[in-house]
Structures are given as structure tokens and as C-alpha cells.
């Protein structure tokens, strides 16, 4: 399975992003799919994540600006970034589960400037 997130870009304090995730090889039955991301000297936490029923969770600093979505007929899975910080400054990686294993891309940077 390999995924290749695109999207990402540098753009101005309170604009917006929006970022895809495409999975590719033995994708079938993907279970659950999640955005990270990963500043600089920080650890790397959860965004936002969709589970293949389609509930959602969010990160307490991203809840009502960022929106995660996924279409299973292209193995895609989207992030809508909305009244973007500096604090949302980091590269983004997008993960997805299926049969018990987890498979990772390399993620895309993100640049919100003040």
C-alpha cells in the first residue's frame, strides 16, 4: 500500500488548505484513515481521523475549522483546512489501517504565515 498526500502549501494566517491522501495497491477494505502532523521539536499528533462507517474525531485545536472527509471508491481521504494559524505550521501525514496493519506517507508541509 503506498500513500501520496499532495495539498499542501504556504499560505496566509485565516486562509485555507485543503489536502488529499491517495491510496494505492491492495487498498480494499481500508478500516480507518487519519491526517498527523508533525512540527518541528514537537511530537507528532493526531489531526483528525475517519472511520470506514464514517464518524469522525478531531484534534481539540483544529475542531470547527478543519474538516476530514473520504471517498472508498478512490481510496482518498481529505482534510479541509479552514482559518489556518501559525500554529498550524508542520508537515502533514496522512495514515490509513486495513487488515490489522498501518501503512503511512510521507507527508506534505504546511506553512501558515502571521
Known amino acids: 500500500v503506498q500513500l501520496q498526500a499532495s495539498g499542501g502549501g504556504l499560505v496566509q494566517a485565516g486562509g485555507s488548505l485543503r489536502l488529499s491522501c491517495a491510496a494505492s495497491?491492495?487498498?480494499?477494505?481500508?478500516?480507518?484513515m487519519a491526517w498527523y502532523r508533525q512540527a518541528p521539536g514537537r511530537e507528532r499528533e493526531l489531526v483528525a481521523r475517519?472511520?470506514?462507517?464514517?464518524?469522525?474525531n478531531y484534534a481539540d485545536s483544529v475542531k470547527d475549522r478543519f474538516t476530514i472527509s473520504r471517498d472508498n471508491a478512490k481510496s482518498t481521504v481529505y482534510l479541509q483546512m479552514n482559518s489556518l494559524k501559525p500554529e498550524d505550521t508542520a508537515v502533514y501525514l496522512c495514515?490509513?489501517?486495513?487488515?490489522?496493519?498501518?501503512?503511512w506517507g510521507k507527508g506534505t508541509q504546511v506553512t501558515v504565515s502571521s
Open positions: 495497491g491492495t487498498v480494499f477494505s481500508i478500516n480507518t
Open positions: 475517519i472511520f470506514n462507517f464514517g464518524a469522525t
Open positions: 495514515a490509513v489501517w486495513l487488515r490489522g496493519n498501518d501503512y
